[in-house]
Every structure is written in C-alpha cells, then in structure tokens.
T-cell receptor, first 113, second 115 residues
C-alpha cells in the first residue's frame, strides 16, 4: 500500500516568507508526528497529533511554527517569518495508534535563503 | 531528560567485515529501543527494535540486545555488504506523559562498505 507522502520534496524560500509543508499519512493511521532533521543530526520531535487534535506540541521551537490536521488525515506544518536557522529536512511519520511503529515519509528539504 | 548517544562516524569497512555501532541511552523508566536506517535517497526505515531488557532485536542479519545494566543497544552485523551502506540511527521511544510516543534519536552513524 501507499506509504507516507510529503510535498513538496524541496522548498526554497526567502527569509521572512511563509511556508506550508504537507504530509499525507498512511490511510487509517490515527497518530501523526512531525520531526525536524538538521544537517548532521538525528530527527528531533516537533508535534504529535492523535486524530484531529495536537496532543503534544512541546517540540515546536517557537510560535512561528504551527501545524494542523483538520480532518484527522492530512497535516500541514506552517512556518511564519522563516529564518535561515529553519533550514532543515522536515519529516512526517504516522502510526496505527500512538504506541505502534512509526512509518516515515521521505521528508521536505526546506532551504531559507 | 531522555537522550541517545551513538558513535561518531563515518565508518568505512570492507565487504564481509564485522560491524559494531555503539549506542547508549539515558532515560527515565524503561524505554523501547530502536535502530532506524536511512539508505541514500530514501526515508527512514525501522531496522529492528527491542521493548524490554535482554530482548534481542534482529533483521537482515543485524542484531542488537537491550542491556539495561549498561544502558546500551549496540548494533552488530557479522558480515557487511555494499548494500548496507547507509546512515544508522539509534533511538528510544517514551511516553511524554501527554500521550505521545515521540522518538528521541542519536545523531546517526554513516556506514560506507567498500568492495
């Protein structure tokens, strides 16, 4: 079956602009996670959704970052007033429930110039 | 807090050599432990896991044993192949208390296997 998909695969934006990154989880997976992977580092947790609600947003670095999952399926990570330090690969993962194996998407590489 | 420390790379081995990638962790309670692999141009994939002390996870010839006494989960393979060239991440999962089972990853170890 289809895996987790993320769009776009690459995004280049100018400092100060707004960006949206999309994640399509595996059908039927209720849990969805966003992670950020900076160069040479492991992925770091950003936010977790169970269904439509953000159950844990403790990893969001500041209030420029926001994510939604309005229908409990597709999720969008939104970054306002982007900074060069936001450049990273943003990974999405979904799982059947919150304590099952997480399946990762290919990521969106964000470059802020 | 929870953290994972794994050996720095890159690691370069000849085909059929023995592989060890060290991983130690710090965590409250009893986390589940994982090794993920990222092949060139691909997404993260679960390689193996262990959910309690003394469990051994294994897959594709790779093994790792959950050692509570040394808080370690070292990855081993007896005979590596060129196709094993990838970045390997050690990770743990814990309940944040908010109901999320977020993964905490090490920095990754890049393995290159040469013919």
């Amino acid at each position: 079956g289809a895996g987790v998909s993320q769009t776009p695969s690459n995004k280049v934006t100018e400092k100060g602009k707004y960006v949206e990154l999309r994640c399509d989880p595996i059908s039927g997976h209720t849990a969805l996670y966003w992670y950020r992977q900076s160069l040479g580092q492991g992925p770091e947790f950003l936010i977790y959704f169970q269904g439509t609600g953000a159950a844990d947003d403790s990893g969001l670095p500041n209030d420029r970052f926001f994510a939604v999952r309005p229908e409990g399926s597709v999720s969008t990570l939104k970054i306002q007033r982007t900074e060069r330090g936001d450049s990273a690969v943003y990974l999405c993962a979904s799982s059947r429930d919150n304590n099952y194996e997480q399946y990762f998407g290919p990521g969106t590489r964000l470059t802020v110039t | 807090g929870n953290s994972v420390t794994q050996m720095e790379g890159p690691v370069t081995l000849s085909e059929e050599a023995f592989l060890t990638i060290n991983c130690t962790y710090t965590a409250t309670g009893y986390p589940s432990l994982f090794w993920y692999v990222q092949y060139p141009g691909e997404g993260l994939q679960l390689l193996l896991k262990a959910t309690k002390a003394d469990d051994k996870g294994s897959n594709k010839g790779f093994e790792a044993t959950y050692r509570k006494e040394t808080t370690s989960f070292h990855l081993e393979k007896g005979s590596v192949q060129v196709s094993d060239s990838a970045v390997y991440f050690c990770a743990l999962i814990h309940d944040s208390g908010a109901g999320s089972y977020q993964l905490t990853f090490g920095k990754g170890t890049k393995l290159s296997v040469i013919p």
